[in-house]
Every structure is written in C-alpha cells, then in structure tokens.
C-alpha cells in the first residue's frame, strides 16, 4: 500500500522521518536509472525541492506547520507555470519558450501549504489523448505488468506514475476528458476532477478552456480530499464520511457499460455488489443524452475548437514539432465555424439541464471509469487503427462528466493482483465535497480500495 498525506503528516509531527529524508527518497527513485523516471518527469526541481524540504523541517522544529502537506514531495504536470522555468506541456515546440514570471496559481497555493514540489511531470503532448504515449521524452509504463508495458493512461501519465513509484506522494494533474482520472483508473491510484470553476486555470497552459480542470491523483480519497481543498484555496479539512446507507446511486444504461473488458465488468459488478451489501440502494436508469452526445459534436467538438485557437500560429510555424497523432486532431478545429462553436455552446446548455434533471435524486452516478484495462504500448505505437480505437473509448465514460461540467471521483475497484480497474462516482457541477465525503464512506469499507502494490 502507498502511504496517505496523513499517515506522513503523522510521522513528520513525531520525528520519525523528515522532509529531507522523504524528498531525497524521492529523488532518488525519480533518478534510478533501472526506474521510470527519465519518462516520468521532464524535468526534476531537485535544488529547489531540497532548499523547500529544508526550511519545512526548520519550521517544523519551530512548532510551525502549514496544513498536512507542509513537507511532502509533490509533483506537478508539464502545463503548470513554475516561475523562471518554460511550460513546455510534453512538447518539444516549447523547450525554448519564455520562462514563467510568475507560478500558476495552484503551484503558489501548494506552496504556501507547505508542499514540496520536486518536479514536472511527463504528458501527452498538449494533453491530447487519453492514452499518455509521448514520442519525444518516451512513455511511462503503468506500475501493473511492468515487463510487458503498458500504458500508464494520459494525458496526465507522468502524474500517475510519480505517485505509483513513489517519486512523489501526490501529483497534481489536469482533467479536459478525464486525464486525472484515467491515469489513476490504469494505475491503481484514485483521481479527483472538481467542477471546473472550482480551481483556478491561472498559470496553466489550456486544452479546452470550456472544459479543463485541474484536481490530484493520490493514495486515497482523503488524500484527494486535502489536495482539493488547497487548489481551490480552502482550509485542508476532511469532509464527513457519508453514510451509504441512505445513499442512492444510477448506474446510467446508455453507452457507458458497452464494450467492457471481462476484468472491468467483473471488477465492476463486485463493487456494485458491495456498495449494496453496504446498504446503499443502486438503480439503472436511461440517460440517451448520452447517446446524443455523439451527433452534438458532430460538427466539431470544444477541444479541438478551442486548441486550434491556441495552437492554430504554432502549427502553421511548425507543424512538424507536433506528435503526428495529436496535430491531425487539433487541426480538425479548423473546420469549425464561428456559428458551429456557438451551436455547441447552446447545445451543451440544453444537455447539462437535461442531465441535471434525470439526475437530481441520486447521490452520485456510478459507472466504470474507462472499459479497458491498460493496452500494451507497443501495440498502440504501432497500429493507427488501435491507438484511435483504444483513445475513443478510454476518453469516453469520463468525457460525459467535462461535457456536464459536473465533478467526479475515480477510485480503485479491482482485487489485489489483478490488472486495475476503476469506478467513478459522479454528480453535477457543485458536488464536489458531496463526491468527496461517497468516496470517503466508500473507502472506509477497505473492500473497494485495491492493494496494488
């Protein structure tokens, strides 16, 4: 088992370890070079974590702590402005841009809670695709089946493989489609996306600016908790754990069950079974405007709309920068038309209402949070036809909830040894600290939290 924020926390406050000694253990995994971290990170803040993990220990030695992170190495992904460093997102288009004047927002806000960041971590280029592959600093591989290789999920793929390999002890990601939660689905790890207007973008490079978010991937749901609370400027505190018996969850029959993997199913119909067993009341109910969802991006979708915007100079520049996969994607923006993206815009405000109201009496949507297991990397770096098979469904159950601008946790479901699987509990825009406080309950039963390591 990975160790919780508040299990460190503890052992900091005792004197049984300090933050020298977690941040140089950390290093020294992110440097091994039999390890992933030459894949895993773009670059490594070693100095400057150091400096940072000595003056948390000084101030601890003062009776002085900020919040449970004060100390503890945190990783964040490639599209978050460090001061005095290029944002580089994955790319190589960017390795000589401007440094950053200043940090983005939730690096500043890690930081005066006390986090220790040692570094930025790989991604798909731009953020991309959901399958974290990336040509020019190579791909992590997934903790599960190490030997075979497999993907670690994207776009936050270095995030999560920080976290597994203990090179940091939470990871800070962004989440346009579902990259914070596919990556902690693939990896073993639980991923929290908030709505979107609860983080800050300030100081992060955009995907989708109508559907990114920003949220943790971390050992725990409480781990999650601590994490959100900071990025989005509270007081670290727990929410209280629900009570899942008066809990009613949907489990959606359109779309999101279709072409399961037999694990996913299985692992899925276990924790279904469980959270019943535990007293919560489970229902299938019909959601076709999951269905629609298909013909209303038909015209074009927000991501590649709003990435041509952003990318449309650099690609007339220098197309051949780009990951081949990723530009042939968000060139597709420049077909969009003016009135196709206020259409859109329309049309997702008819189909949140729409959602909002089938959903209003349930606690939480329950659903699994990618169909497949990890594919081999080598299998998807080598044939088009099952790179953009697999990226269309392990994008697609998690999409439904960026599209709502709703708020979602994924959480670890399957049985220890096996390949890992994901469940995704689900609400509207707002719910964010409800979600938290299922997923908590959930996680106390210990039967729903997987033993990956």
């Not at 939470?170 to 596919?182: C, H, L, P, Q, Y």
């Amino acid at each position: 088992m990975l160790p919780t924020i508040e299990q460190l926390a503890s052992a900091l406050a005792s004197g049984k370890t300090s933050s020298v000694e977690l941040v140089q253990a950390a290093l020294a995994r992110a440097t091994d070079p039999a390890g992933e971290g030459s894949r895993v990170f773009t670059r490594l803040t070693a100095e400057r974590a150091l400096a940072s993990a000595h003056a948390s220990d000084q101030l601890r030695a003062a009776g002085l702590s900020r919040s449970p992170l004060d100390g503890l190495p945190i990783s964040v992904k490639d599209l978050f402005d460090l001061a005095g460093q290029a944002t580089t997102a994955g790319s190589t288009l960017l390795r000589d841009a401007a440094p950053a004047n200043s940090d983005a927002i939730v690096v500043a806000r890690l930081q005066a809670a006390g986090a220790v960041i040692v570094g930025r971590t790989n991604m798909t280029e731009f953020a991309y695709s959901g399958l974290g592959l990336n040509p020019h600093y190579g791909t992590p591989r997934n903790p599960w089946d190490r030997a075979i290789g497999r993907i670690p999920g994207g776009s936050s793929s270095g995030a999560a493989v920080s976290v597994s390999d203990g090179m940091a002890i939470a990871a800070i990601g962004s989440d346009t489609g579902g990259s914070v939660r596919i990556p902690s689905a693939l990896c073993g790890l639980t991923g929290f996306k908030p709505t979107a207007r609860r983080v800050p973008m300030d100081g992060a490079l955009p995907l989708s600016t109508s559907l990114d978010s920003i949220g943790p991937l971390a050992a725990s749901v409480r781990c999650c908790a601590i994490l959100d609370a900071v990025l989005a400027g509270q007081p670290p505190e727990l929410p209280r754990p629900a009570n899942l018996a008066d809990s009613v969850f949907a489990i959606p029959t359109d779309v999101v069950l279709d072409d399961l993997d037999d694990k996913v199913a299985e692992a899925f119909d276990a924790a279904c079974a469980r959270l019943s067993a535990a007293g919560a009341r489970i229902r299938r109910i019909a959601i076709p405007e999951f269905n629609a969802l298909t013909d209303i991006n038909a015209r074009g979708t927000f991501s590649a709309a709003e990435a041509w915007a952003w990318h449309h100079k650099h690609i007339q520049r220098n197309a051949a920068a780009y990951d081949p996969r990723v530009v042939s994607r968000i060139a597709l923006g420049e077909k969009i038309s003016a009135a196709d993206y206020i259409d859109l815009i329309e049309a997702r405000r008819h189909w949140i209402a729409s959602v909002e109201q089938r959903i209003v009496e349930f606690s939480a949507l329950l659903m699994p949070t990618v169909p497949l297991i990890a594919p081999k990397i080598e299998d998807l770096q080598q044939d088009e036809q099952a790179y953009f098979r697999a990226n269309g469904l392990i994008l697609r159950n998690p999409t439904f909830i960026n599209f709502l601008d709703g708020c979602a946790l994924s959480l670890p479901c399957h049985a220890p040894g096996d390949a890992p699987v994901g469940l995704m509990l689900a609400a509207a825009g707002g719910a964010d600290r409800k979600i938290l406080a299922l997923g908590m309950a959930i996680e106390e039963t210990r039967e729903l939290v997987a033993t990956h390591r």
